[in-house]
């Protein structure tokens, strides 16, 4: 005889039974009821070690078994066998290779897939979105981090007649640059979605180095940082790195079952964001060809990234992305090769 919990699946009350195998049948029998079941009738859960049996019977009753070596009896008497996928588990080298495959296809969709789909949803993504999240992103940043230029007037000037140089004829959201201090910041430049560029003071005073007026290379210089922002803005970047963070989200609350983060979260991943690699790059590639195209040389951009790499003043308490936004301060371990691609295009 083996001691029982028995639930009819009507009600929630317990019955206590005792169970026996006989006749190819599981009869039960308590204080209140008497039942039998064909083995024909009788399913076994996936047994696990050290948790009770469960059967589950045609009629929808069920019964729980607490003693595992009556559990074993039960299963043998029912012919179980355990499924492939319980026998896979059992085997360690099986479940190493279940796992490295799982690390293998969860890397290949963050690497390639995540992206690739990414480019084709901010493709989809009608203009008023990204002006609709760069409006915000611009007037919290603004707020929080730049005041007005320190710069006179003459100096502003001639800033925006490099930045209408570089600017494209037709964009898809009209472009403007705003010359703004940032006196807790270091030099940089960054672009919003919804067509706003800063360029901050001290970077361009880092590009003057002292000197009273621009010169060839500092007006090269300053071109190839615009042109580098223009491009983040022309292909949309900032979009696609959103899109790519939240998707990212949401494949980490699938994972792990709390989309919680992923709604509360959004708004904030703009501010936490960086370029990728092949962004960066793909924006130093615009900006090589729109210097080209103005005769200027793109080994003035390459000498800029060096020189605000050497003038790094460390890690920053900055958010991410502002010490991400084209690269142009902070320790970057690409500086040496994107200088290097940048003079190769020179050549």
Known sequence: MILAHYFDGLSARLHLVHLDLAGGAISLAGPDLVRSYAFSETTLAEPFARAVGVLDFADGARCEIGDPAATAAIAAALGYRKSRVVRWQDRWHAALLALVLLVATLFAAVQWGVPALTSRMVAALPDSVDQQVGDAAFEAVSEEWFDDSRLSDQRIAEVQAMFQAVAPARPRLPMQL????????????????????????????????????????????????????????????????????????????????????????????????????????QADAYAVARMKQLGLPPAALAQLFESLDAASPGESMLPRWMQQAGNYFGSHPATKERSAAIRGADR
Do not use: C, K, W
Request: hydrophobic share 50%.
């Open 178 to 281: 705003h010359v703004m201090n940032a006196a807790t910041l270091p030099p940089n430049a960054l672009a919003f979605p919804n067509g706003q560029i800063v360029v901050t003071d001290s970077m361009i005073l880092h590009i003057l180095g002292g000197e009273a007026d621009f010169d060839d290379d500092a007006r090269a210089m300053l071109t190839g940082v615009l042109a580098h922002e223009v491009a983040h803005l022309h292909h949309r970047h900032s979009m696609q790195t959103l899109a790519r963070s939240s998707m990212l989200a949401a494949l980490s609350a699938t994972l792990f079952g709390d989309f919680s983060a992923v709604v509360a979260g959004a708004p904030v991943l703009l501010l936490n964001m960086e370029y990728s690699r092949d962004m960066e790059t």
